[in-house]
C-alpha cells in the first residue's frame, strides 16, 4: 500500500456544536488520526423537523464529508441517529459508498448503560425529538427484553447551553426540576442523550448521587471506535495519522467561535461551506 492512500479522515457530523464535545474525546483518545468536523449550525436545530428532512440533510453531510475524503463517518448527534442513522445505512450507502462506513452515537450508550445496570432501571434525559422517535427505548430492549425504562425531554437544557448560560443557577435550578422526574423510579443508569447534555455531565452527576451511574456518549463513543477499528483493520489501515483536524461549518458567528472553544476545549479554525 502506497502512503498516498493513507490519507483518509474519520468523519464527525452535528447539527450543531455538541458533536464537538464527542470529537474532543475521539481526538483525545486517538489523537494520532486526522479527523474533519461538520456542523450544520445554518439549519439547527434539528429536533423540529421531520424525519424525511432530517434524512434529506443527513445525505448531504454524509455528501460531504466523502467527497472531502473520509472513510468513516460518526453521526454525533442523537436526532439524526435516530431518525437518519439507520436508512442511511440500509438505503443510501449501498447505493453510493458500498465500501464505507456510518456509525452513530445511540447504540455505543444503550450498550454502555445495559452493561452498567444492575437492576435493569435506566433513566434517559434527551431532546422532545429523542425521546419521541423511542430510538433509544428501541435499542435498549433490542439488546436486554423487559428493561425498565424511564425517559425525560429536557427541552431547556440546549439553548441554555448555547446561550451560554451553563454555569448559572438557574441551569441547577432546572437540571433539578427535570431529574426530580426519576426520584421514584430507582433507576441506577442515567443515559446522557444528547451531546450538548456532557458540558453539564459534573453538575447531572452531582444531582443525581453517586448510587446512579452516568453515562455519558462523548467518553463512551471514543472508547467504542477503538474498538471498532482495532476490529476492522481494512478502515484502521487508510486512516491517516497526521493528527489534521479540520472544521467546517455552514454558518459562522461569533457564537460559532466561543461555543466551539468550549465544546472542543481550546480554539478552533472554522471554515464555512455550503452542503
Do not use: W
Request: net charge positive.
Amino acid at each position: 500500500m502506497t502512503k498516498k492512500t493513507r490519507n483518509k479522515f474519520i468523519g464527525v457530523f452535528d447539527s450543531g456544536f455538541g458533536g464537538l464535545h464527542i470529537l474532543r474525546s475521539i481526538a483525545r483518545e486517538l489523537p494520532e488520526y486526522n479527523y474533519i468536523y461538520l456542523g450544520d449550525t445554518a439549519r439547527a436545530p434539528y429536533g423540529t423537523r421531520s424525519g424525511e428532512i432530517i434524512y434529506d440533510f443527513t445525505k448531504q453531510a454524509v455528501d460531504f464529508l466523502f467527497k472531502n475524503n473520509c472513510e468513516i463517518i460518526i453521526l454525533a448527534c442523537n436526532t439524526v441517529s435516530c431518525d437518519a442513522l439507520r436508512r442511511i445505512q440500509r438505503e443510501y450507502l449501498p447505493k453510493k459508498y458500498p465500501n464505507k462506513k456510518v456509525i452513530g452515537v445511540l447504540i455505543p450508550a444503550s450498550e454502555e448503560a445495559i452493561e452498567k445496570t444492575k437492576n435493569g432501571r435506566v433513566g434517559i434525559i434527551a431532546t422532545e425529538g429523542t425521546v419521541l422517535s423511542g430510538a433509544f427505548e428501541r435499542e435498549l430492549l433490542k439488546i436486554q427484553p423487559g428493561i425498565k425504562i424511564f425517559q425525560k425531554a429536557c427541552p431547556l437544557l440546549v439553548p441554555i447551553i448555547e446561550a451560554g448560560e451553563y454555569s448559572s443557577k438557574a441551569t441547577e435550578l432546572i437540571l433539578k426540576e427535570y431529574l426530580s422526574y426519576f426520584k421514584n423510579k430507582n433507576i441506577d443508569t442515567l443515559i446522557l442523550g444528547c451531546t450538548h447534555y456532557g458540558i453539564l455531565e459534573n453538575k447531572i452527576r452531582k444531582i443525581a448521587g453517586k448510587k446512579i451511574k452516568i453515562i455519558s456518549e462523548a467518553k463512551i463513543v471514543s472508547k467504542k471506535l477503538k474498538n471498532y477499528l482495532e476490529r476492522h483493520k481494512e478502515i484502521e489501515i487508510v486512516l491517516g495519522k497526521n493528527k489534521i483536524i479540520n472544521f467546517y461549518s455552514t454558518d459562522l458567528t461569533n457564537r460559532f467561535k466561543t461555543l466551539g472553544k468550549k465544546f472542543f476545549g481550546k480554539n478552533i479554525d472554522v471554515n464555512k461551506v455550503v452542503i
